[in-house]
């Protein structure tokens, strides 16, 4: 993913004021910054879902999105949501669903309504479905919001597979908390993002180990 010079205002509120990166593949990424400091504007824009006043995003293939707030249905069980994903993606099966949700050890609520679910179950849900046609790039807001020590752990070792595999993330956060983890970083501040780490490289998935 390449992004340079992304703009975006509401109304004389100005959000992001000429932010970029570049985001190689095999990388693990993370932007951090303050609450309100437009973190979920910029990673909605680069999901698709908002247009930016200026700039450019450019990526090739398929994202996976997983925003802050669940995008549940809390009548449905977690069967039936992948099941409703599993059309919307074109998917043949349910075979990398099921793997990613005894991954992050939820299965035995596989049956169970949304509305019966702690926030935590919900969020695993919430990034299964991001996850679950396997993305070359992955966009994850607050991805383990909700999450116990256990599954925290199931997420970064998840992470950290995926990558190995190709994939790249880039994970949104307002706490600069695990940074060692990250082959890259920045800091949302003032609109623009600045690179607060090393710059190890992610072309080496050993890089920055």
Known sequence: MQVS???KAYGRHRVL????LELPAGCLAGV?????????TLLRILAGQLAPDHGVVRYAGRIGYCPQ??????AFTVDQHLELFQVAYGLAGLERAHELVDTLNFSAYRRHRIATL???????????????HDPPLLLLDEPYQGFDW????????????LRKAGCSFLVVSHIAYDTARFDKLWQLTAGQLISADSDYGC???????
Do not use: C, I
Request: charged share 25%.
């Open 5 to 7: 010079d992304v703009h």
């Open 17 to 20: 004021r000429g932010a970029g």
């Open 32 to 40: 951090v910054g303050e609450n309100g400091s437009g973190k979920t």
């Open 69 to 74: 707030e669940t995008v549940l249905n809390p």
């Open 118 to 132: 702690s926030g935590g179950t919900q969020q695993k849900l919430n990034l299964v479905l991001a996850l679950m």
């Open 150 to 161: 256990e599954a925290y752990q199931r997420f970064w070792k998840l992470a950290e597979e």
């Open 203 to 209: 072309d080496d998935p050993s890089a920055g180990r």
